[in-house]
């Protein structure tokens, strides 16, 4: 009976989103959560919303979807998949930023109690002299073990 707990306890890897926010590594491996699953192949049940252009110097959106999530990571790419630009935080009790190729260049989530997912986060970036179109990429967790890689997009021009 302990071999079997034994083993049982060896084989059951939890899955948790990081609850203080995507960690550094996020930067390096393009957004790809350390959750130890692979991450959903279908069609994400999230979406952007808000400006297609950029209005006085800035673009306003919304992240959001049918569906509530306890995690998330947005970059603005240019053509080459690096991040541009600068976010800014507009609901601070929910998300803040991360430093990858420059200051605020990344948004994610901070700690949401896994009994209250939020439904939307709405946030402001700013192009800090980039110009051009722009990719708006986010990777979103509704779980520790659900999550889409990558897949909810909005372009920009900037």
């Not at 601070?92 to 990858?100: E, I």
Request: proline share 6%.
């Amino acid at each position: 009976m302990f071999r079997l707990l034994l083993l049982t306890a060896c084989f059951a890897v939890p899955a948790y989103s990081n609850s203080a926010g995507a960690p550094k590594t996020v930067c390096t491996n393009g957004l790809t959560p350390e959750h130890g699953l692979a991450g959903q192949n279908s069609a994400a049940p999230y979406s952007f919303s808000g400006d297609s252009q950029a209005k006085d110097g800035k673009v306003s959106l919304t992240l959001g979807g049918s569906e509530g999530f306890l995690g998330f990571a947005v970059q603005a790419q240019d053509a080459n998949n690096k991040p541009v630009g600068k976010f800014k935080v507009v609901e601070g009790t929910k998300s803040q930023t991360l430093t990858c190729s420059n200051p605020d260049d990344t948004l994610t989530h901070k700690k949401i109690p896994r009994d209250s997912p939020i439904k939307s986060i709405a946030f402001s970036w700013e192009p800090a002299g980039y110009a051009g179109k722009v990719k708006f990429v986010a990777t979103v967790a509704k779980d520790g073990g659900t999550y889409w890689i990558r897949k909810v997009l909005k372009e920009v021009t900037v």
